[in-house]
């Protein structure tokens, strides 16, 4: 359902649409679905999305602003069903991006995948973080330290917390039947970010771009399963 959501709405992502409308379309399908959006409410979070344009990181208000041609949107959303959590977060270019722009998606999925590829039966936690970070800073980039992966399940963020950094071979043992949000947060310059006075919006310090990718996935007995996507 999360997948099916942020599908649709990465078919809206064009210049001059806004957040807004991004937003109502996604609060609308869980109404459909009867479900309910995770993030509405949690902790007075007052969207359906997460909408985090350009040099906003994470955690952004949706608004009637239009998106523009070269904008990037990162579009983060969760709902729970029948007592589950979903969340996965996408990072969808406006119009024709530039290259560095470009690159910047493209690293920042490929240390999702990177991070997802690492999550194995009796691995630990960290060579996650390790195989995200690797990725991220091979190019260039760099990863926030300040926001972090999470437990999911019967609630939105449980134990333990994924961060996108740090040494292999460290922290709690991966077992078959967990469940974790793995999502990296890469910015083009430095890693440093900022919350604007809303209380929520995270920006780069340096007002660089930043991209998010994220999914839910299940440790299984010989790899793990992505459960927010469409599987195509
Ligand atoms: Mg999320
Ligand atoms: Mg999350």
């Excluded at 509405?40 to 040099?55: E, L, M, R």
């Excluded at 609630?155 to 333990?160: N, S, W, Y």
């Excluded at 292999?168 to 469940?179: A, F, Y």
């Excluded at 006075?197 to 299940?218: L, N, P, R, Y």
Aim: aromatic letters at 6%; hydrophobic letters at 40%.
């Amino acid at each position: 359902m999360v997948a099916e959501v942020l599908q649709m709405l990465r078919e809206r992502v064009r210049p001059g649409v806004t957040t807004l409308e991004l937003d109502q379309l996604a609060e609308k399908q869980c109404v459909k679905w009867k479900a309910r959006p995770a993030f509405k409410g949690y902790g007075g979070f007052p969207f359906t999305i997460c909408a985090s344009p350009n040099d906003r990181v994470v955690h952004g208000f949706a608004n009637q602003d239009r998106l523009q041609d070269g904008d990037i949107i990162s579009i983060d959303f969760g709902l729970i069903f029948d007592g589950f959590y979903g969340d996965s977060a996408i990072t969808v270019p406006v119009g024709q991006i530039d290259s560095k722009t470009e690159q910047l998606l493209r690293v920042t999925k490929e240390s999702l995948d990177c991070g997802i590829a690492a999550a194995l039966p009796d691995g630990h936690l960290s060579d996650i973080s390790n195989a995200v970070q690797t990725r991220a800073e091979r190019d260039g980039f760099s990863v926030v330290r300040e926001f972090v992966g999470h437990g999911i399940g019967r609630q939105l963020h449980e134990d333990p917390q994924v961060p996108n950094y740090g040494l292999p071979g460290r922290g709690s043992r991966l077992k078959e039947g967990m469940t974790m949000a793995i999502e990296p947060m890469v910015n083009v310059g430095l890693p440093g970010v900022k919350v604007l006075e809303d209380g929520w919006t995270a920006v780069t310090v340096d007002g660089q771009f930043s991209a998010h990718f994220e999914h839910t996935i299940a440790i299984t007995d010989n790899g793990s399963e992505i459960l927010t996507s469409l599987g195509n």
